[in-house]
């Protein structure tokens, strides 16, 4: 065969059938061809598959890498040449892939970050289903921009879970408050019938009436069976308040739990403590606002990607099928390449945690 034959049967892909009876391997005859002054006229994008990686160092090094079109190669050998145009020079590479194939992320800070349209993206990574509710679903409700409140009535018993808990310094507000509200009154033993309220009585010299004051009112509020009276009375505007402040506690408490189980997971793919914003203004005057979270290793997980989907051809094998990184990552946690992020939900907020909201808390309600 002449030159024109083999430059036309290389670029019809007969290449099994009219080169190779001629040569050992693809390798052989590119070798040949650029010996005899004809390989620019060869379409590389026909090299087979199965022929394609021991070419690639040659065709590198006579300076034709970049004659193989992501676009325009074959399928099946597409994923063969990004991985070793990303091993060969890694930061050109992944810049290529941001700007055409996984176009949420931006090279930024000497690093790449993912843009996101809305924190919730990132529950995607989380697996789903479950007892009651998947990790996925809580990961979104803590992603979200509305306030999450997952428990609406945390206590039943706002002296037992909010005032026993009071630090001394909590207690001397609640105490002022008190007086300042129901100092000084005259109360009726027929509507108090506690017995403190009795000794109160006794002491202050009156007969079926007492009040609260400076010198008995941190008694009161260690008796549990006389503060639980006021509450119910005079202190019920107390008690819708003790309720606020564990409510918010309490699901404060739970909520930042999960937050720190949620971070901690999202760590394997990003680096959480690492955020850029802008502002930009459209043409209508609109803002915008945009967010990019930093990832820990951009290079690492389209390395995985390819290497994974190196040789086939379905569309779910290309990052540009994805064409977004929680794409590109969730698709290796579908072929159990990566696993599905977790949480571990309890069913209760931690009771040491709930109390210190408690106390930091209070001074603001009461």
């Known amino acids: 065969m002449n030159k024109e034959e083999l430059v036309d049967s290389f670029n019809n892909g007969d290449i099994e059938d009219n080169i190779l009876p001629y040569f050992n391997d693809v390798l052989t005859f590119l070798k040949y061809a650029n010996r005899n002054g004809f390989i620019t006229d060869l379409n590389l994008n026909e090299i087979p598959y199965d022929e394609l990686e021991p070419c690639l160092p040659y065709i590198d090094e006579i300076g034709l890498i970049g004659n193989l079109d992501y676009e325009n190669i074959a399928d099946d050998i597409k994923n063969t040449v990004l991985l070793y145009q990303l091993e060969k020079d890694t930061d ?7 700007n055409s194939l996984v176009t949420d992320v931006y090279p930024m800070n000497g690093g790449y970050y993912l843009y996101l349209k809305d924190r919730e993206e990132l529950a995607d990574l ?32 706002v002296y037992r879970d909010v005032i026993e808990d009071l630090n001394d310094k909590n207690k001397s507000i609640l105490a002022e408050y008190i007086i300042k509200h129901i100092g000084g009154q005259d109360f009726s033993l ?6 403190l309220f009795s000794n109160f009585s006794e002491e202050q010299g009156t007969e079926d009436t007492f009040q609260i004051t400076t010198n008995n009112v941190m008694t009161l509020i260690g008796d549990r069976g006389a503060m639980k009276e006021m509450l119910k009375g005079d202190l019920s505007d107390l008690k819708s308040e003790l309720y606020s402040i564990h409510n918010n506690a309490y699901n404060t408490a739970y909520t930042d739990e999960i937050s720190k189980d ?6 394997t793919y990003f680096d ?3 955020w850029e914003s802008e502002t ?11 967010e990019y979270l930093k990832i820990d290793s951009f290079y690492q997980i389209i390395y995985d990607f390819l290497v994974a989907n190196e040789g086939n051809s379905y569309s779910e094998s290309f990052l540009d099928y ?10 290796l946690m579908d072929d159990d390449e990566y696993s599905w992020l977790s949480l571990s939900v309890s069913d209760y907020a931690d009771w040491t945690l709930t109390k210190k909201y408690i106390n930091e808390l209070f001074p603001d309600y009461i």
Not at 190 to 195: F, L, Q, S
Request: aromatic share 12%.
């Open 92 to 98: 050109k590479t992944l810049k290529i892939i941001c």
């Open 322 to 331: 994805w064409g977004t990184l929680i794409g590109t990552i969730t698709s």
């Open 272 to 274: 959480v403590n690492s």
């Open 190 to 195: 027929d509507d108090y019938d506690d017995e």
């Open 126 to 157: 989380f697996e789903s289903g479950g007892r009651d509710s998947g990790s996925k679903d809580y990961a979104k409700s803590m992603l979200g921009e509305n306030h999450w409140e997952p428990y609406w009535d945390t206590t039943d018993d």
């Open 262 to 267: 949620m971070w901690s997971e999202l760590s």
């Open 280 to 290: 930009k203004q459209t043409a209508s005057g609109r803002q915008i606002y945009n």
